[in-house]
């Protein structure tokens, strides 16, 4: 019998029988929605950032025009843009709006102008005979004032006048925190329904996707045993409400 070939011989190549390495377990069904959840909360949180920002930079914030009128008569502001009211030989009533900018906001406040001899209808805007820019020129000679249109479509959040689309955005974010909030896992430091009454508060969506789960800087709750249930959440909303 012919010798058999050596596995040192040229030409030959040795088999070898290598330990198999373990393949990766993959993932469960609750690691994936654990997630898409953990992608969801940090895009709706980049969301409302940017809505936070955007209140920032172009929203008009409601103010008293008691709050104006000292303003304007210390010198703080110098510059009012008017819109709306009556126009020259009107009569009867309407609104007119002034906008300005003071301490980095943009800040409007709402009169209702009447015609002279005209009864003006209840309501909680303060009343200005024909036009509220000669009450403010008393109160600053040097005040100028640009003349506006009156916005065809605008959108109120919290009392801040803001651009349609913010509007639409909001409400779409609104809707999918809202679908997270009820079918995502269980929130943590309060229950579901905690979580829908501290929505309805300014920031209150934001805190949700901040708080209610795993986020980075955010320590983790000490114990899970304890949650704001639903209906401390309303009576601190109902408090919150009136302080605002």
């Known amino acids: 019998m012919p010798p058999s ?15 198999p390495t373990p393949a990766a ?23 409302w950032a940017l809505i936070a920002v955007t209140a920032l930079s172009v929203g008009q914030f409601s103010t008293s025009l008691a709050d104006l009128e000292a303003s304007v008569a210390s010198g703080r502001v110098q510059e009012v843009t008017s819109a709306g009211g009556l126009g020259s030989g009107e009569t009867g009533w309407s609104v007119q709006e002034v ?12 009169v209702r102008v009447v015609s002279p001899g005209t009864q003006a209808p209840t309501s909680d805007l ?28 605008s959108s109120s959040l919290w009392g801040v006048q803001m651009p349609p689309w ?17 079918s995502g896992p269980v ?3 309060a229950t579901r329904w905690a979580w829908f009454w ?41 408090l919150l409400k009136a302080l605002i």
């Open 5 to 19: 070939a050596s596995d040192d011989e040229p030409g030959h190549t040795a088999l070898t029988d290598p330990t």
């Open 25 to 47: 377990s993959p993932r469960t069904t609750q690691q994936r929605v654990a997630i898409v959840v953990g992608w969801m909360r940090a895009a709706l949180m980049v969301g």
């Open 99 to 110: 906008i300005w900018r003071q301490d980095g906001l943009w800040r409007r406040t709402e």
């Open 126 to 153: 303060p009343v200005v005979v024909r036009d509220v820019v000669p009450q403010l020129r008393q109160l600053s000679p040097d005040l100028v004032v640009r003349s506006g249109t009156w916005p065809q479509v």
């Open 166 to 182: 913010v509007g639409l955005t909001w409400l779409a974010m609104a809707l999918t925190t809202l679908l997270l909030m009820v």
């Open 187 to 189: 929130p943590w430091r």
């Open 198 to 238: 501290v929505g309805w508060l300014p920031g209150g969506q934001l805190a949700f996707l901040v708080l209610s789960g795993p986020a980075p800087l955010v320590p983790r709750p000490r114990s899970r045993s304890w949650r704001l249930t639903g209906g401390w959440a309303f009576l601190a909303l109902i």
